[in-house]
């Protein structure tokens, strides 16, 4: 649930998107939710429960990890892994990331609140965000009705 990233967490809802921030120990944490694939809009109802999700977690000193993963029910997927450098260049790029090597990564992102249980507050401002751009709809059109 969100009330892991809380309470120095800050929360942005651009139009398409979720960014959530928090800052850790001195690090500054970075999660941006995918939330555009919605089941029942035009997507299969499994891919359309996987929800995208990038993740990075910046040093003071200007290095950065960069986690793309993916959530699911009970399970936060680490996809790819970028380190980013002090003078902003990426270090080498490893394809496949061993299996112990991963479930490192994934309790180093537990530790900093983004455990799998977060994927039921991704879900359900998924399906609020959906109802909410319905009633916006709904205002637009009702203007318009009425200008």
Request: proline share 5%; aromatic share 10%.
């Amino acid at each position: 649930m969100i009330l892991l990233f809380v309470p120095s967490s800050q929360i942005s809802n651009p139009s398409r998107n979720l960014r959530i921030t928090k800052r850790y120990q001195g690090e500054l944490i970075e999660a941006e939710l995918y939330l555009t694939r919605v089941p029942g809009e035009g997507h299969d109802d499994l891919e359309a429960k996987n929800i995208p999700l990038d993740i990075s977690v910046s040093k003071k000193n200007g290095t950065s990890l960069w986690f793309v993963c993916t959530a699911v029910p009970n399970e936060i997927i680490i996809d790819f892994l970028y380190l980013y450098l002090e003078d902003g260049e990426i270090a080498p790029f490893i394809p496949e990331i061993e299996e112990n090597i991963r479930e490192a990564f994934q309790k180093y992102l537990e530790i900093r609140g983004i455990k799998p249980s977060i994927y039921n507050f991704l879900s359900e401002c998924r399906s609020k965000k959906k109802s909410l751009e319905h009633a916006l709809w709904l205002k637009n059109v009702n203007k318009f009705v009425e200008a």
